[in-house]
């Protein structure tokens, strides 16, 4: 302590370290990194909702799902043949008539394929919901009542959970004849709302120990309110990423189900299509363009779907969007003869 | 009536007026499976009053049991035995209505204020549903002018920006204030604080703990002041209770508390408060010890492990109060 | 401890500047500050919620998480640029050269390795020459010197309490017998008769050990009991560094004057004292003047227009930045 005078570098008349890199100002910094200030038209919106809208992977997600939700809707605008009747000669090559070609039964693939969307997205999209729901309203009760009503709810979550998904399902269709899409749809969400309830309950149990729903309660609010409006919307990623991760598994699931042929084959989905095309030996006989659109379609919606999912993610989860600038400070420490500090 | 109107009329409850009595109150915790059971004595006979118009601080390390003793006065949970009465209706038998008006008339401020705030709803809607329960008679445009008034008195301003806001919009002493609000809402009689301050910077706990008293004072409020700190425990509150493993070792006014402490454990609580006007002190090695699990098997005094003036009797039986001063007890067989 | 008043601080700052890199603007956490460590001492670094002290802590240990950057400045250690230093050399300067203990850092332990492992992990990792047996001494030996008995070594962290756990955290930072240790805020999470024991504690293996402590905490009253120097940092800068016998006693800075009397005291009468109002300002847009301009009650219209510069009055041995003193 007694070096106090002559070792304080500011009496020692201590020249500002020259080897010390200068900092830039913050404005500089900023177009250095490209970091913009983002137009105003977000900050109107919810915090989330902002947040998801300037997500590029959730957009493009979602607009992969607008154009095919919207082809399969304006199906009679797109075509004029019937997806159930012929419409030229079989297999014929996609050309200027029958844009995607023609099977082996000679109907439009093209015109299959918008007809089929609306049942196979309807019913993923309606299995995916329903499954959602389910698993929200049971997870939710289990997690916010406990005792009894958490034994009894987890006894059947974990029913549900154990018994292995598609077998089971198989099952089911089997023992209705020919399924049609809705009872396969009815099927999915009947069966598919486990991992929702799981990942609902866990959420609702450490929710409700915050101090914002100990207050509620202290305030008298019914219970139904407090699930309802304090601890639902703390939730909401968690129940999204439930929803698309369910709508996911209802599409493929229904998809495989027609394909092994459990569906009603006289309906027309993606996943029929798929039959049709393997008992007709299509790829075989060299007709790719019966096989290959259904295919593709049903992977783009998947595809769509987790991308949404990501974003939902990285919403939830702030540390992973932070990975966006890495590329931009490494070249600026870079510049600087300088390493990032974490590994 | 409104919150202008109440401030004009003056206070709800005659000053010095007993509203709040813990009378032998233990709590008992059931923990672990059928085949491991501990039963963990939290409370063990807790008296204490809650006096219109003034505060009762109650100091204690963590997992002396002070927030279930405020949880207790707030109906959380139900005392295993003796009573805790409220304008000297046990509170153990309100149901239905009666509840309901309890619930308004004794409310609590939580230590976080990340926490005790709903993140997903506006700061309006945290004022809002209050006033819809507990205050009826109040509706349409007069709504909006009460949750403006509460901010402006709670020193939100201006107040009608806050109404829009989101908690994580605030500081941690802005969102205090909302929750101060928020429990002033409803016109209690009683303020349960359970460390409000902790969890704020240093510059911002007095002005926290400057508006508690000042709705104390307006209102009359009877207030119980949970805290660690025994230096804002006598800023705050005329009365100072402390709390060690779930007995209260000493209770007085805070002035005499701090500053004829009896009980070796307040003794102990006061020498560890930072003193800059004593620095590089040489008292030393006394290696603190855990607060013990005490259960419905233990017996004597909790502060045998770390007491300076253990003797045989500590051990077997725990000290009945004596007076000191007019309103000073302590619990120590050797003083 | 060296003596010679010539002799090269042990950790020289100069300049440093840390930003927060956001999604549409960049937060000034630090705002080029200078400051040094001498051997053998505790330097505190003093502030509130926001003020940049953490992001010092991280910086000077070359932890700075994504999104945050050190966007300038030096850090010389021994003499070396640390802000330069590769991956190799990173391994060599952290834990050896440089310990950290965290807030909460008792709770950093691996709930399901018993804490003997853990420490001796880290031992093994840096000095692999000294073999499990070796290790395993050094390990008794740091407890011992924390004050937890030898034969507690083989359990599990959550058979230990929070203030056992947190100086098993000390035990580890020691463990390699380093110059310098970073505290930040080791003893917050702990009740106020643990915090001081274990604060007590340090300041003994300091002057035993002889190593140098950076101290951040918020608790001016804590570091003024065990502190050699104190800077008060507000909004990214150092406001003040003096000594802490003087720091509260002839407060240079208003903000250091106003932190001063948030403390209610313990004896005299039972009186009304006043925090300090207002907030800090937002670190993305920061005034051109003197930060703490808004809040003080003795600004001038100087204070609003330019920032003023940290300097040293020998008179009071201390530094600090205020147009008042001038």
Redesign the interface.
């Given at each position: 302590m007694s070096e106090l005078t002559q070792s304080s570098p500011l009496a020692l008349g201590a020249q500002p370290d020259t080897g010390a890199a200068l900092a830039p100002t913050q404005l500089e910094l900023m177009r250095e990194l490209g970091v913009k200030p983002r137009p105003g038209w977000t900050s109107r919106l919810s915090p989330g909702l902002a947040a998801f809208v300037t997500n590029g992977k959730g957009m493009a997600g979602v607009v992969i799902l607008l154009i095919l939700v919207l082809t399969s809707l304006c199906a009679p605008l797109l075509t004029d043949f019937d997806p159930k009747r012929r419409a030229g000669k079989p297999h014929v090559e996609p050309g200027y008539e029958h844009v995607l070609g023609t099977t082996r039964m000679g109907k439009d693939v093209f015109t299959q394929l918008v007809y089929g969307g609306r049942v196979s997205l309807a019913v993923g999209f309606g299995a995916g919901i329903a499954a959602a729901m389910i698993g929200l309203a049971i997870g939710i009760s289990a997690g916010y009542f406990g005792g009894r009503v958490d034994d009894i709810l987890s006894f059947f979550v974990n029913v549900v959970l154990v018994l292995p998904g598609l077998p089971l399902i198989i099952v089911i269709a089997t023992m209705v004849e020919e399924a049609s899409p809705l009872v396969i749809g009815l099927v999915l969400a009947l069966t598919g709302w486990g991992w929702a309830a799981r990942t609902i309950r866990t959420q609702t149990l450490s929710l409700r120990t915050r101090e914002f729903v100990l207050s509620a309660e202290l305030m008298g609010e019914k219970k139904w309110r407090i699930i309802l409006v304090e601890i639902f919307p703390n939730m909401l990623s968690f129940v999204m990423g439930g929803f698309v991760l369910g709508t996911i598994a209802a599409i493929l699931a229904e998809a495989a189900l027609e394909f092994i042929g459990l569906g009603d084959p006289n309906a027309v989905t993606w996943g029929t299509m798929l039959f049709w095309a393997q008992n007709n030996l299509a790829l075989q006989s060299g007709a790719w363009w019966e096989i290959w659109p259904p295919c593709i379609a049903i992977m783009l919606t998947g595809a769509a779907l987790v991308l949404v999912n990501f974003a939902v993610d990285e919403i939830t989860n702030p540390q992973l969007r932070a990975s966006r600038r890495i590329g931009g400070i490494r070249r600026f420490l870079n510049r600087r003869g300088r390493s990032a500090d974490v590994f | 009536m409104s919150l202008a109107e109440l401030e004009r009329s003056g206070p709800a409850t005659a000053p010095g007026r007993t509203v709040v009595e813990m009378d032998g109150v233990d709590k008992d915790f059931v923990l672990g499976s059928l085949l491991n059971r501990t039963v963990l004595r939290a409370l063990s006979g807790i008296s204490l009053k809650l006096v219109s118009g003034r505060a009762l601080a109650l100091v204690g390390?963590?997992g002396s049991g002070k927030s279930t003793c405020a949880r207790m006065v707030?109906r959380?949970f139900q005392p295993t035995r003796g009573t805790i009465s409220f304008e000297g209706e046990n509170i153990a038998g309100f149901t239905g209505r009666r509840l309901?008006r309890y619930?308004?008339e004794v409310?609590?401020v939580?230590?976080?204020p990340f926490?005790?705030?709903?993140?997903?709803?506006t700061i309006g809607y945290h004022l809002e549903?209050?006033l819809r329960?507990?205050r009826p008679e109040i509706s349409g445009k007069a709504v909006e002018e009460e949750m403006l008034a509460l901010l402006e008195r709670v020193g939100l301003r201006p107040a009608a920006d806050y109404l829009k806001r989101?908690p994580h919009e605030l500081?941690?002493?802005?969102r205090q204030r909302v929750?101060i609000a928020?429990a002033l809402s409803?016109q209690p009689v009683v303020l349960l604080a359970d460390e409000p301050t902790s969890m704020l910077?240093?510059?911002?706990?007095?002005?926290i703990l400057?508006l508690l008293?000042d709705m104390k004072s307006q209102r009359q409020l009877a207030a119980l002041y949970i805290t660690?700190?025994?230096?804002?425990a006598?800023?705050f509150a005329e009365d100072t209770a402390v709390l060690y493993a779930g007995h209260l070792l000493e209770q007085g006014p805070?002035?005499e508390i701090?500053?004829r402490p009896q009980h070796p454990y307040t003794q102990?609580?006061?020498?560890?408060?930072?003193?800059?006007a004593?620095?590089?002190?040489t008292t030393?090695s006394?290696?603190?010890t855990?607060i013990p699990l005490w259960t419905n098997q233990s017996r004597g005094c909790p502060f045998v492990s770390r007491c300076p003036r253990v003797t045989a009797i500590c051990k077997e039986t725990m000290p009945a109060p004596t007076q000191i001063g007019s309103s000073h007890t302590v619990r120590c067989h050797n003083l | 401890m060296s003596s010679s008043p010539v002799s090269r601080p042990l950790m020289e700052v100069r300049g440093l500047t840390v930003d927060y890199v956001g999604e549409t603007s960049v937060a000034r956490a630090v705002n080029g500050i200078d400051f040094d460590i001498r051997e053998g001492e505790a330097f505190g670094l003093a502030g509130e919620s926001g003020c940049g002290k953490s992001t010092v802590a991280f910086a000077l240990a070359r932890l700075t998480r994504l999104p945050g950057l050190v966007s300038g400045g030096s850090v010389r250690f021994g003499g070396e640029e640390v802000l330069s230093f590769g991956k190799a050399r990173l391994k060599a300067y952290r834990w050896r050269e440089v310990s950290f203990v965290f807030q909460s850092a008792m709770n950093a332990l691996n709930p399901v390795i018993p804490v003997s492992e853990q420490i001796m992990d880290v031992i093994e990792t840096h000095e692999p020459r000294l073999g499990e047996k070796g290790a395993r001494a050094r390990a008794v030996e740091m407890f011992e010197l924390v004050g937890i008995p030898p034969a507690r070594l083989d359990d599990y962290p959550h058979q230990f309490s929070g203030g056992m756990r947190q100086r098993i955290c000390i035990a580890i930072a020691l463990a390699l017998k380093p110059r310098l240790i970073i505290m930040d805020e080791p003893t917050t999470a702990l009740d106020v008769v643990v915090q001081r024991d274990i604060i007590e504690q340090i300041v003994e293996l300091k002057a035993q050990l002889g190593f140098s402590v950076l101290f951040i905490t918020h608790d001016l009253g804590l570091m003024i009991e065990f502190c050699d120097r104190i800077g008060v940092m507000y909004s990214g800068e150092l406001v003040e560094v003096a000594p802490a016998s003087s720091i509260l006693t002839n407060p240079q800075h208003p903000y250091t004057k106003a932190l001063g009397n948030s403390f209610p005291p313990l004896t005299g009468p039972r009186q009304r004292l006043e925090g300090i109002a207002g907030s800090p300002p937002d670190l993305r847009m920061l005034p051109k003047g003197c930060r703490f301009a808004p809040r003080c009650p003795h600004a001038m219209q100087v204070c609003a227009d330019t920032a003023p510069e940290l300097r040293f009055y020998p008179a009071q041995q201390s530094e600090a930045a205020c147009h008042l003193l001038n």
């Amino acid at each position: 302590m007694s070096e106090l005078t002559q070792s304080s570098p500011l009496a020692l008349g201590a020249q500002p370290d020259t080897g010390a890199a200068l900092a830039p100002t913050q404005l500089e910094l900023m177009r250095e990194l490209g970091v913009k200030p983002r137009p105003g038209w977000t900050s109107r919106l919810s915090p989330g909702l902002a947040a998801f809208v300037t997500n590029g992977k959730g957009m493009a997600g979602v607009v992969i799902l607008l154009i095919l939700v919207l082809t399969s809707l304006c199906a009679p605008l797109l075509t004029d043949f019937d997806p159930k009747r012929r419409a030229g000669k079989p297999h014929v090559e996609p050309g200027y008539e029958h844009v995607l070609g023609t099977t082996r039964m000679g109907k439009d693939v093209f015109t299959q394929l918008v007809y089929g969307g609306r049942v196979s997205l309807a019913v993923g999209f309606g299995a995916g919901i329903a499954a959602a729901m389910i698993g929200l309203a049971i997870g939710i009760s289990a997690g916010y009542f406990g005792g009894r009503v958490d034994d009894i709810l987890s006894f059947f979550v974990n029913v549900v959970l154990v018994l292995p998904g598609l077998p089971l399902i198989i099952v089911i269709a089997t023992m209705v004849e020919e399924a049609s899409p809705l009872v396969i749809g009815l099927v999915l969400a009947l069966t598919g709302w486990g991992w929702a309830a799981r990942t609902i309950r866990t959420q609702t149990l450490s929710l409700r120990t915050r101090e914002f729903v100990l207050s509620a309660e202290l305030m008298g609010e019914k219970k139904w309110r407090i699930i309802l409006v304090e601890i639902f919307p703390n939730m909401l990623s968690f129940v999204m990423g439930g929803f698309v991760l369910g709508t996911i598994a209802a599409i493929l699931a229904e998809a495989a189900l027609e394909f092994i042929g459990l569906g009603d084959p006289n309906a027309v989905t993606w996943g029929t299509m798929l039959f049709w095309a393997q008992n007709n030996l299509a790829l075989q006989s060299g007709a790719w363009w019966e096989i290959w659109p259904p295919c593709i379609a049903i992977m783009l919606t998947g595809a769509a779907l987790v991308l949404v999912n990501f974003a939902v993610d990285e919403i939830t989860n702030p540390q992973l969007r932070a990975s966006r600038r890495i590329g931009g400070i490494r070249r600026f420490l870079n510049r600087r003869g300088r390493s990032a500090d974490v590994f | 009536m409104s919150l202008a109107e109440l401030e004009r009329s003056g206070p709800a409850t005659a000053p010095g007026r007993t509203v709040v009595e813990m009378d032998g109150v233990d709590k008992d915790f059931v923990l672990g499976s059928l085949l491991n059971r501990t039963v963990l004595r939290a409370l063990s006979g807790i008296s204490l009053k809650l006096v219109s118009g003034r505060a009762l601080a109650l100091v204690g390390e963590s997992g002396s049991g002070k927030s279930t003793c405020a949880r207790m006065v707030a109906r959380v949970f139900q005392p295993t035995r003796g009573t805790i009465s409220f304008e000297g209706e046990n509170i153990a038998g309100f149901t239905g209505r009666r509840l309901e008006r309890y619930r308004s008339e004794v409310q609590m401020v939580f230590q976080d204020p990340f926490g005790s705030l709903n993140p997903t709803q506006t700061i309006g809607y945290h004022l809002e549903r209050p006033l819809r329960l507990h205050r009826p008679e109040i509706s349409g445009k007069a709504v909006e002018e009460e949750m403006l008034a509460l901010l402006e008195r709670v020193g939100l301003r201006p107040a009608a920006d806050y109404l829009k806001r989101r908690p994580h919009e605030l500081s941690g002493g802005q969102r205090q204030r909302v929750a101060i609000a928020r429990a002033l809402s409803v016109q209690p009689v009683v303020l349960l604080a359970d460390e409000p301050t902790s969890m704020l910077d240093v510059s911002v706990r007095l002005g926290i703990l400057n508006l508690l008293e000042d709705m104390k004072s307006q209102r009359q409020l009877a207030a119980l002041y949970i805290t660690h700190d025994i230096a804002t425990a006598r800023y705050f509150a005329e009365d100072t209770a402390v709390l060690y493993a779930g007995h209260l070792l000493e209770q007085g006014p805070s002035e005499e508390i701090t500053e004829r402490p009896q009980h070796p454990y307040t003794q102990l609580l006061i020498e560890a408060v930072p003193n800059p006007a004593r620095k590089n002190s040489t008292t030393r090695s006394r290696r603190a010890t855990d607060i013990p699990l005490w259960t419905n098997q233990s017996r004597g005094c909790p502060f045998v492990s770390r007491c300076p003036r253990v003797t045989a009797i500590c051990k077997e039986t725990m000290p009945a109060p004596t007076q000191i001063g007019s309103s000073h007890t302590v619990r120590c067989h050797n003083l | 401890m060296s003596s010679s008043p010539v002799s090269r601080p042990l950790m020289e700052v100069r300049g440093l500047t840390v930003d927060y890199v956001g999604e549409t603007s960049v937060a000034r956490a630090v705002n080029g500050i200078d400051f040094d460590i001498r051997e053998g001492e505790a330097f505190g670094l003093a502030g509130e919620s926001g003020c940049g002290k953490s992001t010092v802590a991280f910086a000077l240990a070359r932890l700075t998480r994504l999104p945050g950057l050190v966007s300038g400045g030096s850090v010389r250690f021994g003499g070396e640029e640390v802000l330069s230093f590769g991956k190799a050399r990173l391994k060599a300067y952290r834990w050896r050269e440089v310990s950290f203990v965290f807030q909460s850092a008792m709770n950093a332990l691996n709930p399901v390795i018993p804490v003997s492992e853990q420490i001796m992990d880290v031992i093994e990792t840096h000095e692999p020459r000294l073999g499990e047996k070796g290790a395993r001494a050094r390990a008794v030996e740091m407890f011992e010197l924390v004050g937890i008995p030898p034969a507690r070594l083989d359990d599990y962290p959550h058979q230990f309490s929070g203030g056992m756990r947190q100086r098993i955290c000390i035990a580890i930072a020691l463990a390699l017998k380093p110059r310098l240790i970073i505290m930040d805020e080791p003893t917050t999470a702990l009740d106020v008769v643990v915090q001081r024991d274990i604060i007590e504690q340090i300041v003994e293996l300091k002057a035993q050990l002889g190593f140098s402590v950076l101290f951040i905490t918020h608790d001016l009253g804590l570091m003024i009991e065990f502190c050699d120097r104190i800077g008060v940092m507000y909004s990214g800068e150092l406001v003040e560094v003096a000594p802490a016998s003087s720091i509260l006693t002839n407060p240079q800075h208003p903000y250091t004057k106003a932190l001063g009397n948030s403390f209610p005291p313990l004896t005299g009468p039972r009186q009304r004292l006043e925090g300090i109002a207002g907030s800090p300002p937002d670190l993305r847009m920061l005034p051109k003047g003197c930060r703490f301009a808004p809040r003080c009650p003795h600004a001038m219209q100087v204070c609003a227009d330019t920032a003023p510069e940290l300097r040293f009055y020998p008179a009071q041995q201390s530094e600090a930045a205020c147009h008042l003193l001038n």
